[in-house]
């Protein structure tokens, strides 16, 4: 308990701190909060991968009555992702702070929002609850929000408010959804719901709930509040808006089909999660291909990488024993949410470098790069190879898992989906690497500190190392598993 | 009798809120916004739902019509009222209108209510109010997740401001007349409001009331002080303001894990000292939610001096 516990108060503490400090005392809050936040994930990890799942009850109150946290595999898996994107995103805006000199506003709002998100994912990742997590996921939609308006520049202003629509109108869904539960069950709670008498409305609410979850996290049509509103924002809020941010909704969609309203799975709705997601494989890629702006281009990716995570819908469970491992589509989403994160986190902040160095992200002004930026440009390619799918990386992994499991299910449209959204991720890629590693020899850039260059090299590294040593995270994933995910829905 | 008032209420409410969103000017829909949100609070007081009703009042009606009247007053001194598009009507007029009838249809199709009963549990939560039981200890989690949530609001909405106005002092400059009306109501009626606002926290316990509620009626009192002139809007860099903000959330963060050091769990109230705890929980947040909301009204520092 200890250690969920210090998982979830750590960061709103020092949000707290952050906000009621003096000016001088506040940057050194934030570093220490991530710090022990860090501390925390890793613990909360440790003992789940020992002793597995581990509940805590709120106050001491059981369900219905009260609300019941969980932290188990894939809800630590998720923490410890977070908590080095978070860390990496805290060192990489102190870097910026230190060269570039930020305003006074940015200095001050960018660490409560930065640590109010942290807390806000934490609490997502382990409630069990679905009010709890309307709550939770309303603390990170205006936390996002407000980062990605923080550069006070017009365009961002704007993105932010689309995105706030967006984001408000999917809470409004969702939160109908969990009204129309509650009154037909009295209860919250997803365990005690799985174990529910189906009533007829069931299907709306939870239609409700998919609909609102969808829009939040920018599955295809619901995407257009994404690009613009993650380039508009500072790299390293970029990075958290990209990598973990839609992670969240994402994973309460997973929670709702797989746990706690399995029943409810019919073959067109299945088909319909999955054909949007296919969808959003293609058009997110298409998109990124034309782009000329380096983060715009990750932004759009951004759209493609989710779009792999419904596959698992259809997926799951297809031809239970002829699949060489059990559950292999669902972990293979998982894999792809954990991968995709530590990659894309690893390329907004790249994009931030770049954009120290020279000024700019348009690609004609990162030719050659590389050259005077190399661990920067090798920590682009690392994480390039991530979300292209190559081998060894976590991406590989990744979709290696969903594609045995179409073939052992005999599904080859989502494997085409899988090989071709590889192919587009290849080609959109290909243009801002063949421009940072083109013979050109750029104009002078700014000099960048080499520990400013190793955070998104760490992350990126972390991001093949999740393919390279698969086997661990594999089985984590594996720890409080739903069984639906084996046997299909 | 009783049936046509509801009736009668029933219609008012349905047309207030077309009203609300057919028709053009933002300022008109904000009116009808307000009085809508005010026939709501009626119709919960209606039901019974005594506590519900309060919030809608203070809170939807009257924080949020402010709020709302507050950004018309911006977009009217930056003359941008734009009209929204007219291509995006049928297509929202067409999402709420199934959406609406999907839930008119669910009204006959759900079953009878399911709430658990708390009426076992009640008398171990130290209040008598099942509304408070709720907030401060069988779902204590969400009460403190969504204070933060109000912390989180302002703090999003200060980065709105221009970095040349940081260090200026928050919202708009007001000018009230000396001895005018809204000079002598700014003093007579704070004195009332504070009253009014502590007792609703104080009855909270164990009858109608709670943080929230208090909290905004506080809010009230200080924003019509800071009207009238008697109070001047403190800049960010103003500390004890800052602490008070972060007041409430940090009293229950660490009454929360006093909870588990002390106790049996994160959040755990023992019942002998769970109604002290509660109102000292209550208290710290009122205060704070008073200090957010207030300062939300008011809005991001402002250096141009526009008047209110």
């Known amino acids: 308990m200890t250690p969920m516990i210090a998982l979830l108060t750590l960061p709103l503490l020092a949000a707290l701190a952050t906000i009621a400090l003096p000016r001088r005392a506040r940057a050194a809050a934030a570093g220490i909060g991530a710090g022990a936040t860090l501390l925390a994930a890793i613990w909360v990890a440790v003992v789940v991968w020992r002793t597995g799942p581990m509940d805590l009850m709120l106050g001491g109150w059981q369900p219905p009555v009260g609300i019941g946290l969980r932290a188990d595999g894939l809800s630590v898996a998720l923490g410890v992702m977070t908590a080095l994107v978070m860390s990496a995103a805290v060192l990489a805006a102190r870097f910026e702070h230190a060269t570039t000199g930020p305003g006074p506003r940015i200095a001050f709002g960018i660490w409560p929002l930065i640590l109010l998100l942290w807390a806000a994912l934490n609490a997502v990742f382990v409630s069990r609850d679905l009010f709890n997590l309307y709550v939770g996921l309303e603390l990170i939609s205006l936390s996002a929000v407000a980062l990605v308006a923080i550069s006070g520049k017009a365009q961002a202003v704007a993105a932010g408010l689309r995105y706030l629509l967006f984001a408000l109108t999917g809470s409004l869904l969702y939160l109908a959804g969990v009204v129309l539960t509650y009154s037909a069950h009295g209860m919250l709670d997803i365990d005690l719901l799985a174990a529910r008498t189906p009533v007829p409305t069931d299907a709306l609410a939870l239609g409700l709930m998919t609909a609102g979850l969808l829009a939040k996290t920018a599955l295809f049509p619901f995407h257009v509040w994404l690009p613009p509103a993650h380039a508009a924002a500072p790299a390293p809020a970029s990075a958290l808006l990209s990598a973990l941010v839609p992670k969240a909704s994402l994973l309460i969609l997973v929670r709702l089909w797989f746990e706690a309203m399995p029943d409810m799975a019919t073959a067109a709705s299945l088909l319909t999660l999955g054909g949007l997601g296919a969808l959003a494989v293609v058009w997110g890629g298409v998109l990124a291909l034309v782009q000329a702006r380096l983060k715009l281009i990750v932004a759009y990716s951004t759209v493609a990488q989710l779009g792999y995570v419904f596959l698992a819908f259809p997926l799951a469970g297809g031809a239970g024993a002829a699949q060489p491992w059990s559950a292999g589509a669902w972990t293979g989403a998982m894999f792809q949410i954990l991968s995709h994160g530590l990659a894309k986190a690893s390329m907004f902040l790249t994009a931030g470098i770049f954009i120290a160095a020279v000024g700019s992200d348009r690609l004609g002004d990162l030719r050659g790069l590389a050259r005077a930026l190399p661990m920067t440009g090798f920590a682009f390619a690392l994480s390039a190879i991530t979300l292209m799918g190559l081998p060894p990386s976590g991406g590989f992994t990744a979709k290696y898992l969903m594609m045995t499991s179409a073939f052992a299910a005999d599904q080859r449209g989502w494997a085409a989906v899988l090989v071709g959204g590889g192919l587009l991720a290849a080609a959109y890629l290909y243009r801002p690497m063949a421009a940072l590693f083109s013979a050109d020899i750029p104009a002078a850039p700014r000099a960048v500190p080499r520990r400013w260059q190793a955070v998104p090299l760490w992350l990126a590294a972390l991001a093949v190392g999740l393919g390279l040593m698969s086997a661990a995270p594999f089985d984590l994933l594996q720890i409080g598993r739903p069984d639906i995910a084996a046997e299909g829905l | ?308």
């Not at chain 2, 209040?127 to 302002?154: I, K």
């Open chain 2, 1 to 308: 009798m009783s049936a046509a008032l509801d009736i009668a209420l029933c219609a008012l409410i349905l047309g207030v809120g077309l009203a609300t969103v057919v028709g053009r000017g933002v300022f008109r829909a904000v009116i009808f916004f307000i009085t809508y949100g005010l026939l709501l609070a009626i119709g919960w007081a209606r039901l019974g739902a005594i506590d519900v009703a309060l919030a809608e009042a203070a809170i939807s009606a009257g924080l949020t019509g402010a709020l709302l009247l507050a950004a018309q007053g911006r977009l009217r001194t930056m003359k941008t009222e734009a009209e929204p598009p007219a291509r995006a009507r049928l297509p929202a007029a067409l999402a709420g209108l199934s959406v609406a009838c999907v839930l008119g249809w669910a009204w006959f199709a759900l079953p009878v209510d399911q709430a658990p009963d708390l009426s076992q549990v009640l008398p171990e939560s130290g209040v008598g109010n099942p509304v408070t039981a709720v907030l401060l200890n069988f779902r204590a989690w969400d009460t403190l997740l969504e204070s933060v949530v109000l912390l989180t609001a302002l703090v999003g909405v200060w980065m709105l401001a221009q970095d040349a106005d940081w260090d200026a002092a928050l919202g708009p400059r007001f000018h009230a007349r000396p001895n005018g009306v809204l000079a002598n109501f700014g003093r007579i009626l704070p004195p009332i409001g504070l009253i009014f606002g502590v007792y609703l926290v104080w009855a909270g316990a164990d009858d109608t009331g709670g943080a929230f509620q208090g909290g905004t009626v506080l809010a009230a009192v200080i924003l019509l002080a800071m009207m009238a002139g008697a109070l001047q809007p403190p800049s960010v860099a103003h500390p004890v303001w800052r602490v008070g903000l972060v007041l409430g959330p940090l009293v229950f963060v660490l009454a929360g894990i006093a909870g588990a050091l002390l106790s049996d769990g994160f959040l755990t109230l023992p019942l002998t000292i769970a109604k002290p705890a509660i109102l000292t929980i209550e208290a710290a947040l009122s205060l704070s939610i008073a200090a957010t909301l207030a300062l939300l009204v008011i809005g991001p520092p402002d250096d141009q001096g526009q008047d209110a």
